[in-house]
């Protein structure tokens, strides 16, 4: 195998390794009925005048499986924050008591959790899209090398490994998601 092959392999695998570390990211998002600080990661709130992601500004832990408290270091941005927990519609009612914000996570009702499914079923399509858009990358890289050369043999077998490559992480992507099917839909 030529070094252009083993690079174009390397750089697939990096990519596609990003993907289904994207997917467990919005995985983290999709709550399952458990309060979990990440349910409010990527939330954002104005900070003396620049969004900024609100576990940047406050401390947010989980006391109880039920609830979340969020404490901004900066009693000023409890309004803000409470809005932008509002406005980033996670189906939550927060709470403000002018110390804290105290989020009640309420249980999943069927409904809900054939809707969370549905989310994840979509980000889990989302970054199989992903793995097979760097699969033809990668096969466009492999047909350029013939110009430099290499074998049609050689080009063959590079094209047939990263498909092997392609299946184990949309393998992978799937297996991620039936394990949040099953924790979405377990009570």
Do not use: C
């Not at 006391?63 to 404490?71: E, W």
């Not at 989310?119 to 760097?134: D, Q």
């Not at 043999?153 to 047939?160: A, N, P, Q, R, T």
């Amino acid at each position: 195998m030529t070094e252009e092959s083993k690079m174009i392999l390397d750089d697939a695998k990096e990519s596609m390794e990003k993907a289904i570390e994207h997917l467990i990211i919005a995985f983290k998002k999709i709550r399952a009925g458990k309060a979990n600080p990440q349910m409010l990661l990527g939330v954002k709130a104005e900070f003396y005048g620049v969004l900024t992601p609100i576990e940047q500004m406050s401390n947010i832990t989980t006391p109880d499986p039920r609830q979340i408290i969020v404490q901004p270091w900066d009693k000023n941005v409890l309004h803000v924050i409470e809005k932008a927990i509002m406005n980033a519609n996670l189906g939550f009612n927060p709470q403000n008591d002018g110390l804290i914000i105290r989020i009640n996570v309420p249980p999943l009702t069927e409904e809900r959790r054939l809707d969370l499914v549905k989310n994840a079923k979509n980000e889990t399509e989302h970054a199989k899209i992903g793995i097979r858009n760097v699969r033809r990358s990668a096969n466009e890289m492999a047909k350029a090398l013939k110009e430099d050369g290499v074998s049609e043999d050689e080009i063959k077998s590079l094209e047939i490994e990263i498909q092997e490559i392609t299946n184990k992480y949309i393998a992978k992507a799937e297996a991620h998601f039936v394990e949040k099917e099953e924790e979405i839909i377990t009570i």
